[in-house]
């Protein structure tokens, strides 16, 4: 988790205290204290002695910017060499404490302000009988959200192309916007690429995790938002954006968009099987498995539909067949293209199959049709689910 990797989390770090020469940000800690504000702990090297020494800065945000109200550092004794990592650890008394060292271990008590610390008794080695304590304590923040000191965040995207090993992230803290770093191998070490895709403000979630394909010759980034009516943080869509590497195999800025893939990687061709779980876009179906039919779509209502991208039709078409289960005689699929309520190639009545779990193929006749078009199945019928749908095809003849 160095800053070579991952890049630093707090904003303009290395911009927060004028009088340091160099800051070690990942030796530090930021912790919420008093009056919503946070308080920026972190190694430095002092520029007028040329030693190390330890700042702190307040903020309103855990990620900074951050703001040096001392103008100097905090504490200038016995900082010595190494990751001195300073960290604030409150006991059961409320009391707040400022530790550091390496093989050996300081601390002080810190004042109300979190900027000051008690004169009176000062800057003290740890005792022997406390140590144990002050260790597990300090332990118990290496993995805490108030530790995290470079961007990296959460559920990583990991891959290899072109001889580069590319690790995708969810970068922060929260809202999570996407970042990526590059290695020469599986195991780093990595080095920090950029952002990808910024914090979604318009029906994001604060949460974001990528995914990456290489379909046909196409790059496709996957996240998700909450931008669908009823979504949220806890209710989620899973998203797809086209892009192209550059050049030199980094990753461009991508921007999310609400058409996401504009132009198919390829045509589908309807004249073999296609699975009904084969969507473009729907509203109001669900998808169901079972261990003899696998996957089909269910819970299929009036006026639901599934639209499917870039059908060729080729020469044109006669028939449309689908398999089907129902209980009931009272369902329809209506087979339209370009749009829900574009022209009406043909109507399925569905007929009863014996049960929602007995499957049978059934076809209709379809006005005649060619070349690529969108093709939309729009259900119709009575109340309360219609039927399941397996899979579907068209004949030429």
Request: aromatic share 12%.
């Amino acid at each position: 988790m160095t800053e070579e990797s991952f890049k630093l989390r707090t904003i303009d770090a290395h911009k927060t205290f004028a009088w340091a020469k160099s800051i070690d940000g990942s030796a530090s800690h930021c912790i919420r204290g008093n009056g919503n504000k946070y308080y920026w702990y972190v190694s430095a090297i002092d520029k007028s002695s040329n030693k190390k020494v330890i700042g702190v800065a307040v903020g309103d945000k855990a990620i900074g910017p951050f703001t040096d109200l001392l103008g100097k550092p905090l504490i200038t004794d016995h900082c010595g060499e190494g990751n001195i990592n300073p960290t604030v650890i409150i006991d059961d008394n409320k009391i707040t404490y400022l530790t550091w060292g390496n093989s050996e271990l300081w601390y002080t008590k810190l004042n109300n302000d979190m900027v000051s610390y008690n004169q009176a008794d000062g800057i003290q080695p740890i005792p022997a009988d406390k140590k144990d304590w002050f260790i597990s304590k300090i332990k118990g923040t290496v993995y805490s959200t108030e530790k995290r000191t470079t961007t990296y965040e959460e559920g990583p995207w990991f891959f290899k192309r072109n001889g580069k090993y590319y690790m995708l992230y969810p970068a922060g803290g929260v809202p999570e916007h996407f970042a990526y770093s590059i290695s020469t191998g599986p195991t780093g070490p990595w080095i920090y690429g950029d952002t990808i895709m910024h914090v979604i403000k318009e029906g994001g979630a604060f949460t974001n995790h990528p995914g990456y394909i290489d379909y046909k010759g196409k790059s496709y980034l996957f996240y998700h938002n909450g931008a669908l009516p009823g979504g949220g943080g806890f209710k989620r869509s899973v998203c797809i954006q086209p892009f192209e590497f550059n050049v030199d195999g980094t990753i461009p800025l991508i921007k999310p968009t609400r058409e996401g893939v504009t132009e198919s990687a390829s045509n589908l061709n309807p004249f073999k099987r296609v699975e009904a779980e084969t969507i473009g876009w729907e509203e109001g179906i669900e998808t169901a498995k079972d261990s003899k039919m696998g996957i089909y779509v269910t819970d299929i209502n009036n006026g639901d539909y599934i639209k499917v991208r870039s059908v060729d039709f080729e020469n044109g078409v006669k028939r449309f067949l689908a398999s089907v289960a129902a209980t009931l005689s009272k369902g329809k699929i209506e087979v339209r293209v370009d749009s829900k309520e574009g022209s009406l190639l043909g109507t399925l009545d569905v007929k009863e199959t014996g049960g929602d779990n007995n499957w049978k193929t059934q076809s209709c006749k379809l006005n005649n049709l060619k070349g690529v078009h969108d093709v939309y199945f729009v259900f119709k019928g009575g109340d309360g689910n219609l039927f399941n749908f397996d899979w579907w095809k068209f004949k030429a003849k």
